[in-house]
């Protein structure tokens, strides 16, 4: 499908030019290089996901903008793996502003979209109704520096959570951690544990939907310099006591899916998990863990600053855009009301963890 210097293919075919002009633009950008950016996981996001597209701009015969996205009824749209992806966006050349109803209009949308957009994209944020927090981990000086940085900011965290690694180490096993693991029973293992976090906390559980559990095995799979499928994991003996699944660039480990054995709580594995990816991202030359948005007391205790994330919608006047307001933003307004009141934020969370407590039953 062709409309004017834009041009909507399946992310399959996109040929191998287009895709090494993405992947030179991304490595333009003054954004880190988060691998959700990159065209593997539209790529991947395109073999489980149907309606997935890519909006190719071209300026001057090459092609020079890339919006990954898919397409719902009625020319609804949404920022590729919305849902999941932690990092969203069009990738552009610098000086190439297109307007953005005139792309969504060559895109055949009505809206586009978005829970996770990127600071950079100048030409979404302004669509932008909402601006959240994602977490880091800057590694960049060296793991040695950021302990350094943890002691001086919170000597009894990193005090207390090294001495429960000793003691898991004394009572259940040599502790062994593994960076790049590639049994895949260890990332079952890490779904399955998930899954019981997300109904023990009355969350949906995200690995219950088929596509994104598809998506995951998939992108384990995958190995690109810039879009790697990480599953890290931290045993006990011979047990997996803890796992995470992510994506990593050459500069960013994108931080996913973790999640720990309860049976083994006391002992924190999943801090002490965090602070080995850590170690190991340094020692592969990554300088930034994205831990993602959404406030978390680990999160936290592991923190070394923070950036900005924007959600939103970009909109073409028509019913379309009528639509999508109407679909999104009452409950978007509703949850915005929850989190910025603490105490009813701590009350809906009892909640939810009481009738995942009545279903168990």
Same mark, same amino acid.
């Given at each position: 499908?062709?409309?004017?210097?834009? #041009?909507?293919?399946?992310?399959?075919? !996109?040929?191998?030019?287009?895709?090494?002009?993405?992947?030179?633009?991304?490595?333009?950008?003054?954004?880190?290089?988060?691998?959700?950016?990159?065209?593997?996981?539209?790529?991947?996001?395109?073999?489980?996901?149907?309606?997935?597209?890519?909006?190719?701009?071209?300026?001057?015969?090459?092609?020079?903008?890339?919006?990954?996205?898919?397409?719902?009824?009625?020319?609804?749209?949404?920022?590729?793996?919305?849902?999941?992806?932690?990092?969203?966006?069009?990738?552009?050349?610098?000086?190439?502003?297109?307007? *953005?109803?005139? @792309?969504?209009?060559?895109?055949? !949308?009505?809206?586009?979209?978005?829970?996770?957009?990127?600071?950079?994209?100048?030409?979404?944020?302004?669509?932008?109704?909402?601006? &959240?927090?994602?977490?880091?981990?800057?590694?960049?000086?060296?793991?040695?520096?950021?302990?350094?940085?943890?002691?001086?900011?919170?000597?009894?965290?990193?005090?207390?959570?090294?001495?429960?690694?000793?003691?898991?180490?004394?009572?259940?096993?040599?502790?062994?951690?593994?960076?790049?693991? #590639?049994?895949?029973?260890?990332?079952?293992?890490?779904?399955?544990?998930?899954?019981?976090?997300?109904?023990?906390?009355?969350?949906?559980?995200?690995?219950?939907?088929?596509?994104?559990?598809?998506?995951?095995? #998939?992108?384990?799979?995958?190995?690109?310099?810039?879009?790697?499928?990480? @599953?890290?994991?931290?045993?006990?003996?011979?047990?997996?006591?803890?796992?995470?699944?992510?994506?990593?660039?050459?500069?960013?480990?994108?931080?996913?899916? *973790?999640?720990?054995?309860?049976?083994?709580?006391?002992?924190?594995?999943?801090?002490? !998990?965090?602070?080995?990816?850590?170690?190991?991202?340094?020692?592969?030359?990554?300088?930034?863990?994205?831990?993602?948005?959404?406030?978390?007391?680990?999160?936290?205790?592991?923190?070394?600053?923070?950036?900005?994330?924007?959600?939103?919608?970009?909109?073409?006047?028509?019913?379309?855009?009528?639509?999508?307001?109407?679909?999104?933003?009452?409950?978007?307004?509703? &949850?915005?009301?929850?989190?910025?009141?603490?105490?009813?934020?701590?009350?809906?969370?009892?909640?939810?963890?009481?009738?995942?407590? @009545?279903?168990?039953?």
């Amino acid at each position: 499908m062709n409309s004017g210097r834009v #041009r909507v293919l399946r992310p399959e075919d !996109l040929g191998a030019g287009e895709r090494e002009h993405w992947r030179e633009l991304r490595a333009k950008s003054a954004a880190p290089r988060n691998p959700f950016m990159e065209p593997e996981f539209t790529d991947v996001v395109g073999r489980v996901r149907p309606r997935a597209r890519v909006a190719v701009v071209y300026d001057g015969g090459e092609a020079a903008g890339f919006l990954p996205y898919e397409r719902g009824p009625l020319g609804q749209g949404r920022a590729i793996g919305l849902g999941v992806s932690d990092c969203q966006g069009a990738v552009l050349r610098q000086d190439l502003v297109p307007h *953005p109803r005139e @792309l969504l209009r060559a895109c055949s !949308l009505s809206s586009l979209a978005f829970d996770n957009l990127e600071a950079e994209q100048e030409l979404f944020v302004p669509y932008a109704v909402e601006e &959240h927090t994602t977490f880091v981990i800057d590694v960049g000086d060296g793991y040695e520096a950021y302990e350094r940085a943890l002691r001086e900011r919170s000597p009894k965290f990193l005090k207390t959570t090294l001495a429960k690694e000793r003691r898991l180490g004394r009572q259940v096993g040599d502790v062994r951690f593994v960076f790049d693991e #590639r049994d895949p029973a260890a990332l079952r293992t890490l779904m399955e544990w998930k899954s019981a976090q997300y109904r023990r906390t009355g969350r949906r559980d995200r690995f219950a939907q088929e596509w994104i559990s598809r998506l995951v095995a #998939r992108l384990a799979e995958t190995r690109a310099p810039e879009c790697t499928g990480t @599953l890290s994991v931290l045993y006990a003996g011979s047990r997996p006591v803890a796992a995470h699944f992510g994506l990593r660039s050459g500069t960013v480990l994108a931080c996913w899916f *973790p999640a720990y054995d309860t049976e083994f709580g006391k002992y924190s594995p999943g801090l002490v !998990l965090h602070l080995r990816m850590a170690e190991a991202a340094a020692a592969e030359g990554i300088g930034l863990l994205d831990m993602g948005r959404g406030p978390a007391e680990y999160k936290d205790s592991l923190k070394t600053g923070e950036l900005p994330v924007y959600e939103g919608a970009a909109t073409r006047p028509g019913a379309g855009a009528a639509l999508h307001w109407l679909g999104r933003e009452p409950a978007r307004r509703a &949850h915005g009301f929850v989190r910025e009141r603490p105490r009813l934020a701590s009350l809906a969370a009892r909640t939810l963890r009481g009738a995942a407590r @009545l279903r168990r039953s």
